[in-house]
């Protein structure tokens, strides 16, 4: 994907290094927006790998990544928790520290240019969302940041938390390499951040309150489908800086991480009423659908009867 003049984002901030430790590290109470209570927290709405890969794929303890999830106090020790990585102290810094975060910001900076438009047509006022880069292991207003969590979107404080190290793990464990997969992860968290703003997830939330498991996870799974279908539309509206083959990255990414996808390499059944991000077929579908309207309306996934 040709962004290579495009400009950066401003909307960032950074937790590596020492400058982590000055921006992000304070402890906060604030519940993980979305998703069944679990212990007293939420497991949010955002990542576009979450607990799945952790558990059945890199083979975290299930109870440590709740309890990372969970709403509650950071403690000092993991709030101070930094990795020895440069970071840097403005979003000018940030974005130039490597390439993986100059196309982040870049990522970041093109979708602002996209969803503001689209909300000025409807009389609204676009607010982006920000970038939090960490290393490791960092802090949100969702609590904990893992790494081994992936990227995520906390609708607590609006933000993205991106440890760019998930890139090479996308292209090496799950054979999605390329620019554009990358642009894909961080396209579809806005798309998270878009549901933020809208209302989308307060109102699947009071809905998933008063589900049970199985139904508050269907729900869920309409909601990353949608995510999945706005950033199509995000590649959609920049389409004269599509090169080829970056489709087929995406595609390949969608389809690495889908559910069934995902229980199955990790050698277990895969069981649909545990699936919370839709499978491999569904989530290509519906960035395929972005793709082809670049039109938001089209990517209701709460109105259409089969995903």
Request: glycine residues 14%.
């Given at each position: 994907?040709?962004?290579?003049?495009?400009?950066?984002?401003?909307?960032?901030?950074?937790?590596?290094?020492?400058?982590?430790?000055?921006?992000?590290?304070?402890?906060?109470?604030?519940?993980?927006?979305?998703?069944?209570s679990v212990g007293g927290g939420k497991i949010g709405i955002g990542t576009i790998i979450?607990?799945?890969?952790?558990?059945?794929?890199?083979?975290?303890?299930?109870?440590?990544?709740?309890?990372?999830?969970?709403?509650?106090?950071?403690?000092?020790?993991?709030?101070?928790?930094?990795?020895?990585?440069?970071?840097?102290?403005?979003?000018?810094?940030?974005?130039?520290?490597?390439?993986?975060?100059?196309?982040?910001?870049?990522?970041?900076?093109?979708?602002?240019?996209?969803w503001a438009p689209i909300f000025q047509q409807n009389g609204q006022r676009y607010q982006?969302?920000?970038?939090?880069?960490?290393?490791?292991?960092?802090?949100?207003?969702?609590?904990?940041?893992?790494?081994?969590?992936?990227?995520?979107?906390?609708?607590?404080?609006?933000?993205?938390?991106?440890?760019?190290?998930?890139?090479?793990?996308?292209?090496?464990?799950?054979?999605?390499?390329?620019?554009?997969?990358?642009?894909?992860?961080?396209?579809?968290?806005?798309?998270?951040?878009?549901?933020?703003?809208?209302?989308?997830?307060?109102?699947?939330?009071?809905?998933?309150?008063?589900?049970?498991?199985?139904?508050?996870?269907?729900?869920?799974?309409?909601?990353?489908?949608?995510?999945?279908?706005?950033?199509?539309?995000?590649?959609?509206?920049?389409?004269?800086?599509?090169?080829?083959?970056?489709?087929?990255?995406?595609?390949?990414?969608?389809?690495?991480?889908?559910?069934?996808?995902?229980?199955?390499?990790?050698?277990?059944?895969?069981?649909?009423?545990?699936?919370?991000?839709?499978?491999?077929?569904?989530?290509?579908?519906?960035?395929?659908?972005?793709?082809?309207?670049?039109?938001?309306?089209?990517?209701?996934?709460?109105?259409?009867?089969?995903?």
């Amino acid at each position: 994907m040709r962004l290579d003049d495009y400009r950066t984002s401003k909307n960032v901030r950074d937790q590596r290094g020492s400058a982590g430790r000055g921006s992000g590290g304070r402890g906060f109470r604030l519940p993980m927006g979305g998703g069944r209570s679990v212990g007293g927290g939420k497991i949010g709405i955002g990542t576009i790998i979450i607990g799945l890969i952790a558990v059945f794929v890199f083979g975290a303890d299930p109870q440590a990544l709740l309890s990372g999830l969970q709403g509650g106090s950071v403690s000092g020790d993991i709030a101070g928790q930094q990795s020895a990585g440069v970071g840097g102290s403005n979003a000018e810094e940030s974005c130039a520290i490597d390439q993986k975060s100059k196309f982040s910001c870049q990522v970041l900076a093109s979708t602002e240019d996209t969803w503001a438009p689209i909300f000025q047509q409807n009389g609204q006022r676009y607010q982006p969302t920000v970038l939090n880069f960490y290393s490791q292991t960092g802090t949100s207003g969702c609590g904990q940041a893992q790494s081994t969590m992936g990227p995520f979107y906390c609708p607590a404080d609006n933000g993205i938390y991106l440890d760019t190290t998930f890139f090479d793990e996308l292209a090496t464990r799950f054979g999605a390499a390329g620019d554009f997969a990358q642009a894909y992860v961080i396209a579809h968290e806005v798309g998270h951040h878009i549901q933020t703003i809208t209302g989308r997830s307060a109102e699947v939330r009071r809905l998933q309150a008063r589900s049970s498991k199985a139904e508050s996870n269907a729900l869920q799974v309409r909601m990353e489908l949608e995510a999945d279908c706005y950033a199509g539309v995000w590649a959609a509206r920049n389409a004269e800086r599509i090169e080829p083959g970056d489709i087929s990255e995406g595609m390949a990414a969608a389809n690495a991480i889908g559910d069934d996808t995902l229980q199955r390499n990790a050698g277990r059944r895969p069981m649909p009423e545990s699936f919370t991000h839709g499978t491999s077929a569904q989530r290509k579908r519906w960035l395929q659908t972005g793709l082809e309207n670049g039109n938001p309306a089209s990517c209701d996934t709460f109105s259409a009867r089969a995903l």
